[in-house]
């Protein structure tokens, strides 16, 4: 296979680029040939966009049984609760296979999802790991037991947690602020830890989640960190306190998560649209410090989150929605800030998703990648186009044809 005329990030000029036996060959100004040629006629081509926190137990369930008035955490637990009662692995599996097909059409082959492991048959853990198998040369998938009714609250999760780790989970996690008291919060961070030594898995827990100053498990989860040996190795998804604390002790926190090289994932989609709906004005804007957290280079990054599920429901699997909105929310609208937030959700999260150097467009690395019309990462955001070309190892995944306006009449001032 052939590229034409393709525009790497960040160069200017146009290269062509061979593919052969799933790698990139060449890369170069040069003439390359090959049995399919597609001619990217200057557009934009990056490495596949890397999803870090999303669900397919709960995809495509909104308004099953009912829509989320409140639109808060507490009434989308409580609707999932009731949901969750009547899941069958056919049911779980035909919704997270249209799900994985929307984030795959939108260019996203790598991704993270929380698996609620709160009922005793693991029935969506199950099938969640049999679309893992049927997807795996399409698709990274990597799975997180995801304990949504907590691991003190409901007791019973830390049994099953260890079950799904042996049934294949990739990652732990916990919800520390939805635990009764602290000290909860706190032992269910450290049971985390505790299983992931056991079992060599990922830590990623889902932090802070909350519009209060007084959340402040982010820094248990840095201090765990570091007590454990496993910077660089821990996730922690929303942190939205963070937002609230005060300036002095949020650059404290900041500092610690530094220290620890945690990931921190936020979710600009739903996290704009959950938090904050019982504050009062001057209310914030939902989302964590994106923008400061990523001037002290610390590895933050855009998750899209939801598909159409009792917490949110819109969500198509369009990971530039969700950068778009983060770079509004963060204020990340230059020309270079643009650019940090594409590598929120390709480079960013990639390293914390273990992708390493193979990740990226270079010659002899996997031909991983995506092709579009647009020119720039600014007309990227922008548009929030679909790929044209999605192509994995070399060879075409999913390919969309943008749509054409035909105007019925005429446009002309002269
Ligand atoms: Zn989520």
Avoid at 73 to 84: F, P, V
Avoid at 328 to 335: F, N, P, R, S, Y
């Amino acid at each position: 296979m052939a590229i034409k005329n393709a525009r790497l990030l960040h160069a200017v000029e146009v290269v062509n680029i061979g593919v052969s036996n799933g790698r990139f060959m060449h890369i170069t100004k040069d003439l390359v040939d090959g049995k399919k040629v597609i001619d990217a006629k200057g557009g934009i081509v990056i490495p596949p966009f890397v999803e870090l926190h999303t669900h397919f137990d709960t995809a495509l369930t909104a308004g099953w049984p009912s829509f989320n008035r409140t639109g808060t955490l507490q009434e989308g637990i409580s609707i999932w609760n009731k949901r969750k009662k009547s899941l069958t692995i056919k049911d779980v599996n035909e919704r997270a296979e249209q799900a994985l097909k929307m984030y795959i059409k939108h260019g996203v082959l790598s991704v993270r999802a929380a698996v609620d492991i709160s009922d005793d048959d693991l029935t969506a853990l199950k099938a969640i790991l049999q679309i893992k198998k049927v997807y795996e040369q399409i698709i990274d998938l990597q799975i997180i037991a995801f304990p949504q009714d907590g691991l003190w609250k409901c007791f019973e999760n830390q049994g099953r947690m260890r079950k799904a780790l042996e049934m294949g989970a990739d990652a732990v996690s916990a919800v520390p602020h939805l635990e009764s008291s602290q000290e909860e919060g706190v032992r269910s961070l450290e049971y985390c830890f505790s299983l992931a030594k056991e079992y060599g898995s990922y830590i990623h827990i889902f932090c802070d989640e909350v519009d209060e100053v007084s959340s402040t498990f982010v820094q248990e989860v840095a201090n765990l960190t570091i007590e454990n040996g496993f910077e660089g190795r821990v996730v922690v998804s929303h942190v939205n306190a963070l937002a609230y604390y005060e300036s002095k002790y949020a650059e404290s926190v900041m500092e610690a998560i530094k220290k620890a090289r945690l990931t921190v994932v936020s979710c600009p989609l739903i996290n704009s649209s959950m938090l904050g709906r019982n504050d009062a004005y001057p209310k914030a804007t939902g989302i964590t410090r994106v923008k400061e957290l990523d001037t002290k280079n610390i590895n933050i990054c855009i998750a899209h989150d939801d598909i159409q599920t009792p917490f949110y429901p819109f969500g198509d699997g369009n990971m530039l929605r969700a950068a778009f909105m983060g770079a509004h929310l963060a204020h990340m609208t230059g020309e270079e800030p643009v650019k940090r937030v594409l590598s929120m959700i390709t480079e960013r999260p990639a390293a914390a998703f273990g992708k390493g150097k193979a990740y990226g467009i270079q010659e002899r690395s996997e031909a991983n990648f995506l092709l579009f019309e647009e020119r720039t990462i600014r007309e990227l955001m922008l548009n929030q186009s679909v790929p044209r070309y999605v192509i994995r190892r070399g060879k075409v995944i999913a390919e969309t044809i943008p749509a054409y306006t035909k105007w019925g009449c005429s446009l002309q001032l002269m």
